[in-house]
């Protein structure tokens, strides 16, 4: 299954109403989500993508009671033909950057033993959440890929790959 698959099967009422229970600070947002989720629906070229959607539950001890915590994290990984164990991958690729015609083009790979990721509303309400985690609108995340080009006095034209081997993170 790729993204756009679960935007056109899940109805927008359900991802939103979903998008607010599990993330309730977003509603303050939700006219930007409004106006992304339009802006989606309306994107009919998709880019190719050599990377997968992954969704999973990542443990972390961080809290201030050294409490475990956990969250649901939506990454990237290297489409390895079909590879169906989301445990067998450790190298995980930073996706905020990304243009929204590669988002919807991804496959997606879920740790369907996890309660959070049993259903394609959860995973569409993560998945959406991560989408515009930079902008709600894909010339905004442009004008930040732009200004990240301007810092760092590099091209990023190949964004869809060079840009995931600079954000690079290996899990643990």
């Known amino acids: 299954m790729k993204v756009i698959d679960l935007f ?3 109805a927008r009422y359900e991802l939103f109403a979903t998008l607010f229970e599990i993330y309730p600070d977003s509603w303050s947002c939700r006219h930007g989500y409004t106006a992304a989720y339009a802006e989606i629906l309306e994107i009919k070229d998709f880019k190719q993508s050599v990377i997968q959607c992954a969704i999973r539950r990542v443990h972390f001890d961080d809290s201030e009671d050294g409490a475990p915590q956990s969250i649901i994290d939506v990454y990237g990984i290297r489409y390895q033909g079909g590879a169906e164990n989301i445990s067998a991958h450790t190298e995980c690729l930073a996706l905020g950057f990304v243009s929204w ?4 083009n991804m496959e997606i790979l879920v740790d369907t033993a996890d309660p959070e990721c049993n259903t394609d509303a959860k995973n569409l309400a993560h998945i959406f959440s991560q989408m515009t985690a930079i902008g709600y609108s894909e010339s905004q995340i ?3 890929t732009s200004l990240i080009e301007e810092l760092m006095d590099g091209d990023f034209s190949g964004i ?3 840009f995931h081997e600079i954000t690079k993170i290996v899990m643990e």
């Open 8 to 10: 056109q099967t899940v």
């Open 101 to 104: 015609s590669e988002w919807l």
């Open 142 to 144: 442009q004008q930040e």
């Open 160 to 162: 869809s790959f060079d």
